[in-house]
């Protein structure tokens, strides 16, 4: 179903990961675009540092316990919480489950995502927890053999379910 790569080396600290990145014509970007995401696996009390860059992310954690490290403060994360992190946020996720801690990660850009970002409240919340993670775990798994995939229709594809996927959560953010 995927290519995962998998890395023996010290120097990478994700043991098994998987990315795409999506052809994206700028008149897509002014609405909604995911550009680039990818799946992770971090072994146990391993950590992943990173930055959005000038992009919105959003990360599903699919297995395992972790700790994130953001804006100065820490938060727990378990299987079918979302993340919603601004742009140019500096970011670290340790894994702190006795076994692998896994996530799905999509950046994207747009005044739609932008709007639907604030709709969602990750500007207070920055993590969301799904009773039923099922649909929008299996919306996220879609964008991702989408984005491998990255056939003709992939980025439009994929940013309908990224849609989907902010309406979902603007729904439970509004509870």
Not at 162 to 169: P, S, T, V
């Amino acid at each position: 179903m995927f290519k995962f790569s998998q890395y023996s080396e010290k120097k990478y600290i994700s043991e098994e990961r998987n990315s795409f990145i999506l052809r994206t014509p700028e008149s897509v970007k002014d609405v909604m675009a995911v550009l680039f995401g990818g799946y992770e696996r971090l072994p146990f009390q391993m950590s992943n540092s990173s930055k959005t860059l000038n992009n919105y992310a959003l990360m599903f954690i699919t297995k395992g316990t972790s700790r994130l490290n953001v804006y100065g403060k820490s938060f727990k994360l378990s299987r079918g919480m979302i993340v919603g992190l601004l742009p140019e946020t500096e970011y670290a996720i340790t894994n702190q489950s006795d076994n692998d801690s896994e996530y799905i990660y999509l950046y994207c850009t747009g005044r739609e995502t932008v709007r639907l970002f604030e709709l969602c409240n990750f500007c207070r919340l920055i993590a969301l927890k799904i009773d039923d993670s099922e649909l929008v775990g299996n919306l996220f798994w879609r964008i991702l053999r989408q984005g491998n995939n990255n056939t003709e229709f992939a980025q439009d594809v994929c940013s309908a379910y990224l849609k989907a996927i902010f309406l979902e959560l603007a729904i439970i953010a509004s509870d």
